[in-house]
């Protein structure tokens, strides 16, 4: 099994369709609430560095425009993982109600 990508969309809670200006408001709204001078949860520290690297891909239109290159072959290379991954993070949570 290949090691999966990166979530970049995921760490700033958006949509692969947002816009710079979107990605930018959300960057300061994570980095915000993740700082780990602010925030001490344990995770905090792992969840701003997320962060900061979504930004910095997600930011750079040539890395962004790689990178989403990079999650549509994914899905297409194995297709398998992607629909259990689809299953567990999105139809499970309904079914535990």
């Known amino acids: 099994m ?8 995921a760490a ?3 949509k692969s369709d947002a816009t ?3 990605i ?4 300061r709204q994570k ?3 993740f700082h780990p001078d602010r925030n001490l949860d344990e995770d ?12 910095d891909v997600l930011s750079d239109p040539d890395k962004r ?7 549509r072959r994914s899905l297409l290379d194995d297709p398998a993982d992607t ?4 299953w567990h993070h999105y139809f499970q949570p309904f079914l535990k109600h």
Do not use: M
């Not at 629909?83 to 689809?86: T, Y």
């Open 20 to 22: 710079l200006a979107d």
């Open 2 to 9: 290949s090691k999966p990508v990166s979530e970049h969309y």
């Open 12 to 14: 700033l809670g958006l």
């Open 65 to 71: 425009q790689a990178y989403d290159d990079n999650r």
């Open 24 to 27: 930018k408001k959300a960057f």
């Open 44 to 55: 905090a520290p792992a969840r701003f560095r997320a962060a900061q690297e979504a930004y």
């Open 83 to 86: 629909a259990r991954e689809i």
């Open 31 to 33: 980095a915000s609430q």
